[in-house]
C-alpha cells in the first residue's frame, strides 16, 4: 500500500485500493497511510495571473526588493504557499 503510494502520488485512494486491495475501505487506507505520514491532498487551484496582474506584481516587487528581513515580517502578509504560473491545463489532481 506505502509503496504504491509513493509510486505515484497523483493515485487517488481509489486508485491505490484497486490494485492492491480492492475489498479495504478508504478509511482504512487513510489510516495506513497516516501511520506513515502519507497523506493524499487535492491541489490547489493555481490563481489566474494575466497580463495586468503579472505587470502589477513585477512593479510591487521591484518597489520593495530593498525591504529588509524586519521589513518585510513586520508589513507583508503572507497566506499558504503556492505557486503561480501562467497557463497550464485546467485538470484537478
Same mark, same amino acid.
Not at 71 to 89: F, P
Given at each position: 500500500?506505502?509503496e504504491? /503510494?509513493?509510486?505515484?502520488? #497523483?493515485?487517488?485512494?481509489?486508485?491505490? *485500493?484497486? $490494485?492492491i486491495a480492492?475489498d479495504?475501505?478508504e478509511?482504512?487506507?487513510?489510516?495506513r497511510?497516516?501511520?506513515?505520514d502519507?497523506?493524499?491532498?487535492?491541489?490547489?487551484e493555481?490563481? #489566474?495571473?494575466?497580463e /495586468?496582474? *503579472?505587470? $502589477?506584481r513585477?512593479k510591487?516587487?521591484? *518597489?520593495?526588493?530593498?525591504?529588509?528581513?524586519?521589513?518585510?515580517r513586520r508589513? /507583508?502578509?503572507w =497566506?499558504?504557499?503556492?505557486?503561480?504560473?501562467? =497557463?497550464g491545463g485546467r485538470?484537478?489532481?
Amino acid at each position: 500500500m506505502v509503496e504504491e /503510494a509513493l509510486k505515484n502520488r #497523483h493515485n487517488s485512494y481509489q486508485d491505490i *485500493a484497486k $490494485k492492491i486491495a480492492p475489498d479495504v475501505s478508504e478509511k482504512t487506507m487513510k489510516r495506513r497511510l497516516s501511520k506513515k505520514d502519507l497523506k493524499k491532498w487535492v491541489v490547489q487551484e493555481r490563481a #489566474h495571473l494575466d497580463e /495586468a496582474l *503579472a505587470e $502589477k506584481r513585477l512593479k510591487w516587487a521591484l *518597489a520593495d526588493r530593498n525591504w529588509t528581513k524586519k521589513m518585510w515580517r513586520r508589513k /507583508a502578509i503572507w =497566506g499558504d504557499e503556492v505557486t503561480i504560473e501562467r =497557463g497550464g491545463g485546467r485538470r484537478r489532481t
